[in-house]
């Protein structure tokens, strides 16, 4: 809650890049993209709790995700090929 965002986002990034190079495999695309949106809901409903009042949206979340960006979800590892 207190870490600043710089900070958070490269932790988040360590662990989100260890979950999707474990998962990453094929026909699991649907499942690493549906937890990585989940994992962006709940940052920004952190960083919402950060104040009194809910300022962040969506739109605000985009212009911070510019600047301070997640790793996007990929398939490292083809098993058919």
């Not at 695309?29 to 990585?36: C, M």
């Not at 104040?51 to 996007?72: C, I, M």
Request: glycine letters at 8%; charged letters at 25%; hydrophobic letters at 35%.
């Amino acid at each position: 809650m207190h870490t600043e965002i710089g900070d958070l986002i490269k932790q988040i990034n360590a662990k989100l890049a260890g979950h999707y190079r474990y998962y990453g495999v094929t026909d699991n695309s649907n499942g690493i993209h549906a937890f990585g949106y989940r994992i962006r809901r709940k940052i920004l409903e952190v960083l919402n709790r950060r104040s009194q009042k809910n300022s962040l949206t969506w739109e605000g979340f985009a212009k911070l995700e510019e600047r301070f960006p997640l790793v996007n979800a990929r398939i490292y590892v083809n098993i058919y090929g």
